[in-house]
Structures are given as C-alpha cells and as structure tokens.
T-cell receptor, first 117, second 114 residues
Framework: SQTIHQWPATLVQPVGSPLSLECTVE??????LYWYRQAAGRGLQLLFYSIGIDQISSEVPQNLSASRPQDRQFILSSKKLLLSDSGFYLC????????????????FGDGTRLSIL | RKEVEQDPGPFNVPEGATVAFNCTYS??????FFWYRQDCRKEPKLLMSVYSSGNEDGRFTAQLNRASQYISLLIRDSKLSDSATYLCVVNSNAGGTSYGKLTFGQGTILTVHP
C-alpha cells in the first residue's frame, strides 16, 4: 500500500531563516505531488504541484520554492522566511500519468506546523 | 464567485441526528468530486468520492447534480466522532492535463454533541 511521509511535524523558525520541508511517498511510482499551505482557520491553498522529476509548477507567487530531485521526493524550501509564511504545510500525492489522473483523489501527509517568530 | 463554495457552519447537532452539507462549484467542466474530512490540527482525509448516480458508504450519502453544479453530503445517525470539518473538493482542470488539480472548499464545521 502507498504511504506518504512528511517531516518535521512541527517547526519554529526565526524570521529570515531558511526552510526545508521534506516529503516522500512509498508504494507507488510516478505520482503527482503537491504542496499546500493552510493558514489558521482558512482553506487549503495549493502552492506547487509536480508531475515528474524536475517538473514543478508554482500556483502563486511567493517566498517559497519546491524541488523534486527524485521520483517520490518533494521538497519545499525558502531562503528567508517571512512572518506570513507561518501555517500548516501539507504534502499530498495522487496517481499520475494515466488517463484516470483527473479522477484521482489526493492523499495527504501528516503536515508540518510552521511558526515564524 | 469562488470555485467551490460551502456553508461554513458551524453545524451543532445532537447524536443520532441527520445532517446535510451543501456545496456548489463554478466550473461546469469539472469531472470529479470528493468529500474530505479534516479533524482539528490534522491533515484532510478522503471520506468518499461522489459519483454521478449518487453513492452511499454506511451512514454517509453523497449526491451530485451536474445541471445545478451542486454536491451534497448527508450524514445519518450522527456520532460524536463525526465532529470535524468537511471539505468539498472538485477537480478543476478541464481535460487533457495530467496533474489532477483539485480545488478545496473552505469547509463546513460539524460538532456533534451528546
């Protein structure tokens, strides 16, 4: 069965510090991968999605970047965190590269709660 | 108009009650629909897909009305453990693309009390 691992679970960082959140998926190949942010009391905002290694699209202009160095690894980064980067970051995967992709649900990791001080 | 709109609630119901959530979506080309459940400070989890003919999973029934671009979720015999935020989710890319982008509603908060 497929599993998704995301870490760390919580993180407290000072303004201006760098960020690296990692997500890995097991039990599937060529998944679509996604990074979301959920601000307190708000809905999910899609930040990045990826359909393959080094194929990443950004949904919103921001202070963050994403990379996919391996098929099942997705990394969210920042060189300098802002206060507004605080939130709950979620990685997700879905079945990719089949004609059924558009009908597939997404499955989420446990999330990282990021607080910027 | 938002792509996916839900009544934010909160809905406060007693155990055993039947409760219904509604959701509307704006993209008539949307092809797939889901309900997710999110517990406080946790990740969203897939509750059920929504099929054109309507579908049921135990106490949960989902309906889709494409003409009205409307989705519903009915929960019968509510349990305390049903307390959560329910997210209406719609596939928002119209054919051809392979990334399966989903758009999440803001969620409807449900509290089931004894």
């Amino acid at each position: 069965s497929q599993t998704i691992h995301q870490w760390p679970a919580t993180l407290v960082q000072p303004v201006g510090s760098p960020l690296s959140l990692e997500c890995t998926v097991e039990g599937t190949s060529n998944p679509n991968l996604y990074w979301y942010r959920q601000a307190a009391g708000r809905g999910l905002q899609l930040l990045f999605y990826s359909i393959g290694i080094d194929q990443i699209s950004s949904e919103v202009p921001q202070n963050l970047s994403a990379s996919r160095p391996q098929d099942r690894q997705f990394i969210l980064s920042s060189k300098k965190l802002l206060l507004s980067d605080s939130g709950f970051y979620l990685c997700a995967w879905s079945v990719g590269r089949t004609y059924l992709t558009s009908n597939q649900p997404q499955h989420f990791g446990d999330g990282t709660r990021l607080s910027i001080l | 108009r938002k792509e996916v709109e839900q009544d934010p609630g909160p809905f406060n119901v007693p155990e055993g009650a039947t409760v219904a959530f509604n959701c509307t979506y704006s993209n008539s080309a949307s092809q797939s629909f889901f309900w997710y459940r999110q517990d406080c400070r946790k990740e969203p989890k897939l509750l059920m897909s929504v099929y054109s003919s309507g579908n049921e999973d135990g106490r949960f029934t989902a309906q889709l009305n494409r003409a009205s671009q409307y989705i519903s979720l009915l929960i019968r015999d509510s349990k305390l453990s049903d307390s959560a935020t329910y997210l209406c989710v719609v596939n928002s890319n119209a054919g051809g693309t392979s990334y399966g982008k989903l758009t999440f509603g803001q969620g409807t908060i449900l509290t089931v009390h004894p």
